[in-house]
């Protein structure tokens, strides 16, 4: 008898709370069979790193890189999440984990046993399967280099600070990070070319021109009833194509034209465009990363615990843990703070599983292509690999959870003294809720649309900026001309931000570098 | 199995020159919350870790945001209870209310004052920066020197306690090899020999022949020993010394304070602040600092600090006693070859009359030559302080003792009647002497 329990307990990972490099290695080989075999998930190999709370603030502070270069606003920000921390304001993250390869993740050592096994599951395995798998960060993002690429960073920039002073970096480094949300590439790559192939290019085509040359084409009457285009918009439309212009990636444009910056100065710019669009597609997947993540843990501790391999006590601790995490007050608690995107993923994705295995007929119209088709698995790795969390809403959001989390529409419209609730979980809403739900997770919506559209490098050299204004929502007045001003200091000369309505193209208001530095 | 790596032993304070860089960022703005903070709160609890907050201008992040207010937006919200299509809600009157949402606060950096810790040296580092102990020539001339000694290299000669054995030892082994000193080894096989023929039975002529000669190695080698010795005097050798010339860290500062009924609760506390600040700022400069307080009606004594600020005393006023007082304790206890000397001294102003010039008399000829700085603060009642603040006039004592700041330069004189006045007042004391930075500094503002 007393030798069957002690069998029983033999079968237990661990018990109690303390952990060690011993259990915790046990732990991950068990998760790791349930992840790998069952799951099909597929990952970079793991490095985990056990750190102190204090590294955990140095981390967080460095926006989540293990390496980072010297800047003063990372201190200000180890300031603010340090005091939060201590009047226990916050607590900190259990986990941080970066996309590289190998897939490094920092546990707190202030973690239980039952929450280092929580957390190797979802960090080691829910995220970096995201993190190999999804096609923005496949297409977007090179997790073998970023870690040399942030030893460059950090020593490239130490070294400018040695050369030219810290105050010259700084006035680099700020102007460059006001414009970090505006130096990524949304819709292409960089621009990469070798210089010789693009001769080559440009030859061929001349070649090809002068081989198909037909003076019969210049006898063709004018499209636009016979009005040439003036002189001088042949010219601006030239310059336009030259500079290819329009450009939304601000800090491309200026690290690559800019009169006035020096080589190092630009490298700085091309250092924090880089990490820019490194995080940018973290950015966009906040709902699916988390969810991803969330489910794999949830998936994986349910299923130790039925294998019997967890005690009863961690269980209960993991789904105290867990269901925190998942939370979702009403809108009208106190404790609202938008919709959870770790609630909103691992929702959406307990209910993919479910309609996959056991569809209503509600289900079949609306998922018709997977709606009973059995296999959760492949079908959870499909959407986690090919999209983004505006498509996966857009795609996934099933009438079923749409009932189940009660959501609804509100439409604010500065001309009225009202606001009206546009939609709700029944028959006629579930389009619209699903729609708007998915358009503000959308970043292209959310973020305001910049761009360079001109300037004229012969004349005044005045850059023209135009800001896209959609359903008249303007740029916040705070910070917009500090922002001008730093484009300023990157350009060289004066920079002119026109607001333009999407529809009607009328400006809306305008704004310029000469005419704040008057008011001010 | 993955890779496992323990950071927790990682060097610590890895984001410490970020936040050097965001200090210096602030810095601006943090004396402006330095300087305030010093004037109302009590000085007393200068020195310690401060909270600041710091205007978040200056400091900010700013980004390209899309407003949270206007135009038209469409938002979802979960846990719907009562509404249904085209229900309308009034507006809030002020702020984004629920429509806005998280939006509204997520839209910025949020405008509160940004408040966090400064350590004990920050702070003080920030609040001291534009004060300097006066770059006086007396000081350089008085800079008194310590020596200390330092290892340097060694010497044959010194005393038997500064033996280096490793190294004697090194030069005696050398020398016995050098030398074929016969080894301790070497003469035991030799008498064990001789023994053994002595023990041994057959007397013959080979064994008394060999008997011989082994006896005749024996004393040989015996002789060597005693020609080649085990340490010899040339091989000893003495860590040698050589004296270092240190400054002075070591100063003791002289409270002088006129406990007489015309002295209240008021001006003691404003006295203690000036002394408490001398001595902060004191303690920056020096390792080693000994407070003396000397307190005086007409005649004075050392006391202890409670005493010095809070016992009652009644009597005249005759501050000269406190000099002498003064000058015994620095004879007898701090001899200027080792010590710095400062002295603060603070009073109303009143003074038995013939006594003020005896005083600058006595600084003249034996006070000021001693000590490296002599600070008198008069404390005004907030009445007087219109009248006397800007004028010549004043006290008795005063007055002499403007004569005094005459003839010597670190010698210094000020009038004070509020606490926010202590401050300025020190600041003016130990400014740094070359103003011209300060000023072309102003000019730009």
């Known amino acids: 008898m007393a030798k069957q329990t002690r069998k029983k307990k033999n079968a237990f990972l661990f018990e109690g709370s303390d952990w060690s490099f011993d259990t915790m290695s046990r732990t991950y080989d068990a998760i790791e069979e349930i992840a790998i075999k069952d799951l099909g998930l597929e990952v970079y190999p793991n490095q985990i790193e056990i750190i102190s709370s204090e590294q955990m603030l140095d981390a967080y502070s460095s926006i989540g890189m293990p390496l980072m270069y010297r800047h003063w606003s990372f201190g200000k920000h180890f300031v603010r999440e340090e005091q939060l921390y201590r009047k226990g304001a916050r607590g900190l993250a259990y986990e941080l984990v970066i996309n590289s390869n190998p897939c490094i993740s920092y546990h707190m050592e202030e973690n239980s046993m039952a929450m280092q096994a929580l957390v190797t599951a979802h960090a080691a395995f829910g995220h970096n399967h995201f993190f190999k798998n999804n096609y923005l960060f496949q297409q977007w993002t090179d997790a073998g280099a970023i870690l040399d690429y942030m030893e460059f960073a950090k020593g490239f920039i130490a070294k400018c600070e040695e050369r030219h002073g810290h105050a010259a970096v700084e006035e680099i480094l700020d102007a460059a990070h006001a414009l970090m949300d505006h130096g990524v590439f949304r819709y292409r790559r960089t621009p990469r070319g070798a210089p010789h192939k693009e001769k080559a290019r440009a030859r061929e085509r001349q070649e090809y021109e002068e081989r198909t040359f037909n003076d019969l084409w210049r006898t063709l009457p004018s499209p636009k009833g016979g009005v040439e285009p003036s002189e001088a918009e042949v010219e601006i439309a030239k310059r336009k194509k030259n500079l290819r212009l329009p450009e939304e990636n601000l800090l491309y444009f200026l690290e690559k034209n800019s009169p006035v910056l020096e080589s190092w100065q630009r490298e700085i710019l091309h250092i924090v465009r880089k990490i820019a669009q490194y995080f940018y597609p973290q950015k966009q997947t906040k709902v699916m990363n988390e969810g991803c993540a969330t489910f794999v843990h949830h998936y994986i501790v349910n299923e130790l615990y039925d294998q019997g391999r967890i005690t009863e006590g961690t269980m209960l601790e993991i789904l105290h843990s867990h269901s925190s995490v998942v939370f979702q007050p009403a809108f009208d608690d106190r404790r609202y703070g938008g919709i959870n995107p770790y609630a909103l993923g691992f929702e959406m994705m307990q209910d993919i599983r479910r309609v996959c295995t056991d569809p209503t007929d509600e289900d079949r119209e609306w998922l018709p292509e997977i709606a009973g088709n059995g296999d959760w698995r492949g079908t959870l790795r499909d959407a986690w690999a090919n999209h983004r969390d505006e498509s996966f809403i857009q795609q996934y959001l099933s009438p079923h959870l749409i009932r189940k989390m009660r959501l609804f529409v509100l439409s604010d419209n500065e001309k009225d003294d009202h606001y009206t609730v546009a939609s709700i979980h029944d028959e006629r809403g579930y389009e619209n809720v699903r729609r708007t739900i998915s358009k503000n997770y959308d970043l292209g919506m959310v973020e305001p649309n910049i761009q360079v559209v001109d300037l004229d490098l012969r004349g005044d050299r005045q850059l023209c900026l135009q800001h896209t204004v959609r359903d008249g929502i303007a740029l916040a007045d705070k910070g917009r001309d500090e922002v001008l001003k730093h484009i300023r200091r990157l350009w060289g000369y004066d920079v002119v931000l026109r607001g333009v309505d999407n529809l009607t193209g009328e400006t809306v208001y305008r704004t310029s570098t000469t005419e704040t530095d008057a008011a001010a | ?445």
């Not at chain 2, 984001?15 to 305030?36: C, E, P, T, Y």
Request: charged letters at 30%; one cysteine or more.
């Open chain 2, 1 to 445: 199995m993955p890779n496992f790596i323990d950071r927790r032993l990682n060097p610590k304070d890895k984001s410490l020159s970020n936040r050097q860089r965001f200090l210096r960022r602030a810095r601006a703005q943090l004396k402006n919350v330095i300087n305030q903070s010093v004037k109302d709160r009590g000085i007393a609890d200068v020195d310690g870790r401060q909270v600041v907050s710091v205007p978040t201008r200056g400091i900010g992040e700013p980004r390209f945001q899309s407003s949270s207010k206007g135009g038209k937006r469409d938002q979802v919200f979960t846990g719907n209870k009562e509404f249904s299509a085209g229900d309308r809600l009034s507006k809030p009157k002020q702020g984004a209310g629920s429509g806005g949402g998280k939006d509204a606060a997520d839209g910025g950096e949020g405008t509160d004052d940004f408040e966090f810790t400064l350590s004990r040296e920050e702070f003080l580092e920030l609040f001291f920066e534009d004060l300097e102990l006066p770059d006086l020539v007396k000081t350089n001339l008085k800079e008194v020197i310590a020596f200390k000694p330092r290892r340097a290299g060694y010497t044959v000669s010194g005393a038997p306690t500064n033996i280096n054995v490793l190294r004697t030892m090194h030069n005696s082994f050398s020398r016995r090899i050098a030398l074929h000193r016969p080894k301790q080894r070497d003469l035991d096989a030799i008498v064990a020999q001789i023994e053994e023929l002595e023990r041994g039975s057959d007397q013959d002529d080979t064994a008394t022949q060999r008997m011989a000669e082994l006896q005749e190695e024996l004393t040989r080698l015996l002789r060597k020993r005693k020609v080649v010795p085990f340490i010899d005097p040339i091989d000893i050798r003495f860590n040698r010394f050589e004296r270092q010339a240190l400054p002075n860290t070591k100063a003791v500062m002289f409270c002088l304070m006129d406990v007489s009924g015309s002295m209240g609760e008021r001006e003691k506390e404003l006295a203690k602040r000036f002394f408490i600040l001398l001595h902060l700022f004191l303690k920056r400069r020096y390792d080693k600092i000994d407070i003396v307080f000397i307190r005086h009606t007409h005649e004075a004594q050392e006391v202890d600090e409670d005493t010095f600020f809070y016992s009652r005393e009644t009597g005249g006023t005759v501050v000269s006693t406190a000099l002498e007082e003064m000058l015994r304790v620095v004879y007898e206890r701090y001899p200027t070859q080792e010590w710095n000397i400062y002295a603060a001294q603070a009073s109303d102003g009143d003074n038995f009359s013939g006594d003020s010039e005896k005083c600058v008399r006595m600084l003249d000829e034996i006070v000021m030559p001693l000590c490296q700085y002599y600070a008198y603060v008069e404390i005004l009642d907030d009445r007087e302080a219109d009248i006397f603040k800007s004028s010549d006039n004043g006290t008795a004592l005063w007055r002499a003792y403007q004569e005094a700041g005459k003839s010597w330069d670190n010698f210094q004189a000020k009038r004070i009647s509020r606490p926010s006045d202590i401050y300025p007042v020190f600041r003016e004391l130990f400014a740094k002497q070359n103003k011209s930075a300060d000023t072309s500094g102003k000019a730009r503002a």
